[in-house]
């Protein structure tokens, strides 16, 4: 039988553009909602050092190509690489990537991300930890990790965290979305603009010094209506707030359903359902992480969490993720059956050896540079 393989290389995945006084960086795969592979990992990674240390370059702009900013790391292309090799192959990925994102996090430069779309995952892991974080009505977030049997990663359990009350565990177990005039309300966003205003903020910025940076964006800034029927509005949040707190995955869930009997709005039925679809382990997991999140800075976070995949990719408990990945990715028809199936059978001491180092010889606590950045290295965004 002749063979079948396509070794043709998908080209121009991330495109780097500008002159010698502004760079742009665009991710460039729409069709693929500008899911992060290792390749756009590594040209990313390179680039952005390089422009850093570039003394002509006065800022950068990340902006994405289609509807989505990016929808996250590039599952199915992790998961055949480890099929087809080791789990070390998905660790190498997560590596780089968190690399990345603390190097976007502490920039030196200016880094203005413009998020006109779909950001999640591995996307918002690109920019939720910036300085500057501009949305458009177009956007739409979450962090859907749960149901693949992932958990929320790249620094999530530090801008989860740092949410309002308990808004950022209600975002992480439900993988409950949110607007861009939401995200500007909780805190996700540091500027709402229009998406039909972006190219004139980018000419206007190619044109502008430094010191007028901020006022330049705080110029096309604008102050959105959030929806009358927004997550994010008090008596909901006082509920969120109120289950979202508890210890255990049990009891959220058991506040859930109590609320649900005297309060039939949708969105707890949704939270509710949501969080039964989702993998036990990673929803015990989440919880965890984002509770321990809120005592860390963000370098402590991101090494731990390394740890954390490292473990699920090499199924140290459980093998969900490689089953979420067939359910939802490769099969897709939609039905895991996550081992071990019931929240009850998910120990303390399973979660305990995620957090845990790996005893292998070829496995590494993750490794990421000090950078220190003073007050003076990167503008502050006006709030």
Aim: glycine share 6%; net charge positive; charged share 25%.
């Amino acid at each position: 039988m002749a063979s079948t393989c396509n070794f043709k290389r998908e080209l121009n995945k991330v495109l780097f553009e500008g002159d010698s006084f502004y760079r742009e960086v665009i991710l460039n795969r729409p069709t693929k909602l500008n899911s992060l592979d290792y390749e756009v990992i590594s040209q990313m990674l390179k680039n952005f050092r390089d422009f850093e240390t570039d003394s002509k370059v006065k800022f950068v702009i990340l902006k994405a190509n289609g509807r989505a900013f990016s929808a996250g790391g590039d599952v199915v292309s992790i998961v055949g690489s480890m099929m087809t090799g080791h789990w070390c192959f998905g660790a190498r990925f997560y590596k780089k990537q968190f690399n990345l994102d603390y190097l976007l996090a502490t920039y030196k430069k200016p880094l203005l991300p413009l998020i006109d779309g779909i950001v999640m995952g591995g996307g918002a892991g690109l920019c939720m930890n910036g300085k500057f974080r501009i949305v458009t009505e177009k956007a739409v977030f979450a962090m859907p990790e749960a149901s693949i049997g992932l958990f929320p990663d790249v620094g999530a359990s530090h801008f989860l965290s740092r949410l309002p009350g308990h808004f950022g565990e209600f975002l992480g177990l439900t993988g409950g979305r949110l607007n861009g005039a939401e995200m500007l309300a909780c805190g996700l966003a540091t500027h709402f603009l229009f998406s039909k205003d972006l190219p004139l903020l980018e000419n206007t910025l190619k044109t502008s010094d430094m010191a007028t940076i901020c006022q330049v964006v705080n110029k096309f800034t604008q102050k959105p209506n959030l929806k009358q029927d927004t997550i994010y509005q008090t008596q909901r949040l006082e509920t969120i707030n109120k289950c979202f707190s508890k210890d255990t995955i049990e009891e959220i869930l058991l506040a859930l359903e109590n609320e649900a009997k005297n309060n039939p709005e949708i969105w707890i039925t949704e939270a509710i359902n949501s969080m039964k679809a989702a993998s036990h382990t990673s929803l015990k997991i989440t919880l965890r992480s984002i509770k321990e999140g809120r005592l860390q800075n963000l370098k402590q976070c991101l090494v731990r969490e390394y740890t954390i995949c490292c473990n699920v990719l090499r199924a140290t408990v459980s093998y969900d993720f490689y089953e979420g990945s067939r359910a939802l990715l490769f099969d897709k028809d939609k039905k895991p059956k996550w081992e071990p199936s019931k929240l009850e059978l998910v120990s303390k001491e399973m979660v305990n050896r995620c957090f845990n180092g790996i005893d292998d010889d070829d496995w590494k606590c993750l490794q990421i540079p000090d950078r220190s950045v003073s007050s003076g290295d990167v503008l502050k965004p006006k709030l």
